[in-house]
């Protein structure tokens, strides 16, 4: 008899130790067991899922840990988002899609609960064969903290910015303090959504703008650091130049330089591209998500009015159908258009036909915010093609049917979904992609800046007879090729260099500065000025003209002692004095 209980009580204890866990809503408590997608140990994952589960410790004192041991999702489409504790309010680990195993999980040391909470998204298009981890209990987590403990080149000390050129490889140093130990411990350093392993790694920066660096520690047993770095590359842009030439009268050649400096702001909330197809359904919902990861940790949306808008690119060939809903990373929500309402008016240019139920219309951009006057179920319509079974909502601004202050507290950072339900049969439609706007004053300041021109002009060459900062005015006694050489240097150092060729005509004379010949006084001038030196040219073929810095000649002269230019403007200006045998030309300030 105590064989058969012995033998009933272990096959018992096998059972609970052997136990498998489907993805659902709800949670489990558990230290041994296998953990699968909706779809079992031998089924595919299903559509358009938005499924969340927490697994905690069933050993008091200890840490829930996952290791993965095959995954296959559909990339970038079908995401499972791991965070670290007993909720989606919890710190996000990390979002994990398409085949490549995730690491081993482990709740962190600050982690109290020792739990780890899930989250799956799928879309409405592609299942797989998702995956299996095991679930076990170990000791909690050490404490571990990334340091960047140099860059070369260096971070300026007044800002810790990381400020370089385009094209500049930078070397990341980095390391780790640990409560225990650091012995078998993977870097890995992000850099944007570039992922580079080792502790001391470099990088090239070919494109200007603004790179988030991050470092993720993980020890030997899985456990990963709690802090950010907060450091920030900026890679400044290569300025545009424009450079403009003209002929003068007297075969010299000016030419202007225009420079635009560039401005950069991240764009924490891209839109996400790809065709989202929403077939018929009785209540089905379908769903697209953006994974926001930029602003502060821990920064929540404090006002409704930061939030700006949503925006979505979509067709859809009755809009009674529709319930559309933004759900923020915490789970908070908004319903932009609630069902029903709106009857069979069109989204877009679909393709109303039940012939061809798959093929996607024309989309257009319907916006909803809280400073619109008109719900969409209120929008004005339009036929959109000669002959239309329907009209369409013309694409535009509308008003939220829920007040976003539903969605105040709610963490910046993590993933937002917009929620589309299809509440009847027949009809669908398409999502081209969508948008979400935040306030840019919540972006952090490092993420945004301008390049500014602290220095230009031409190089050095003898061809210049004069130069004013992006103007030189060139010529040469023979005709011919000969090129130039613009500069500009930017607030970040960076310098940059823009040749210009240039055909150039025969001045026809041997000094072409004339900087023994004759002066202009006084210079800078007020009312007149003098020229010092005239009385050696032939009166009977000498003009004296004056150009400004475009090379319009705004006044001629006879020779004469003094020379009237009260009537010209402060700034500066060019003489040329010419005679039979050639000309001079001298610059003119005039106050």
Known sequence: ???????????????????????????????????????????????NQNLTKTFYPSLAGSS????????????????????DGGSVTAPLIGGFTGETLPPVLKASATNTSGALTFRFLS?????????????????????IESVLVSTVPEADPADGLIKICPGTTVQFNGDAVFANSGAGATYVWTIGDLEIEGQNITHTFETGGAYMIGLRVTDAS????????????????????????????DNSLWMEAQTSSASFTYDCTPSVPGVTFLPDGSGASYQSTIYVNCYDPGQTLSNPDQLLGIC?????????????????????????????????????????????PFEPGTGSEYCFSMDAATTLVDAPTYIPYFGSSGVSVVPGTYLSEGSFSSLVGTPLNGTWTILITDNLAIDNGFIFDWTLEFAPELLPDDLA?????????????????????????????????????????????????YEQCVELEALGIANITGEDEIQLFPSPANDNFKIAGIDRFDPSSTKITITDASGKRLKAYDKAQTYDVSDLQSGIYFITVTDASGHIVKRLIKN
């Open 1 to 47: 008899m105590k064989k058969i209980l012995l033998g009933f009580l272990f096959l018992a204890s096998l059972h609970s130790i052997g136990q498998n866990f489907n993805m659902n809503n709800g949670s489990s408590t558990t230290c041994d067991g296998l953990f699968y997608d909706s779809g079992g140990p031998d089924g595919n994952y299903n559509l």
């Open 64 to 83: 829930v840990k996952v290791s993965f041991s095959s995954f296959s999702l559909e990339d970038q489409a079908d995401i499972l988002f791991v965070y």
């Open 123 to 143: 879309d409405g298009q592609t299942t797989m064969g998702g995956w299996e981890a095991s679930v076990l209990c170990v000791t909690p987590c050490q404490s």
């Open 222 to 249: 899985g456990c990963i650091n709690t802090n950010s770095l907060n450091r920030v590359v900026q890679t400044s842009f290569e300025p545009a130049v424009l450079i403009a030439t003209d002929l003068n009268e």
């Open 312 to 356: 979505l690119n979509m067709e859809h060939s009755y809009l009674g159908d529709l319930t559309i809903r933004l759900v923020s990373p915490n789970g908070l929500d908004v319903v932009l258009k609630s069902y029903p309402g709106g009857g069979n008016t069109w989204l877009g240019i679909p393709v109303d036909d039940q012939d061809n």
């Open 449 to 497: 800046f301008e390049t500014q021109i602290m220095e230009r002009g031409w190089l050095p060459d003898p061809s210049i007879i004069e130069q004013y900062d992006t103007i030189a005015i060139v010529g040469s006694p023979e005709a011919g090729e000969e090129c130039f050489t613009y500069f500009v240097t930017d607030n970040f150092g960076c310098t940059y260099y």
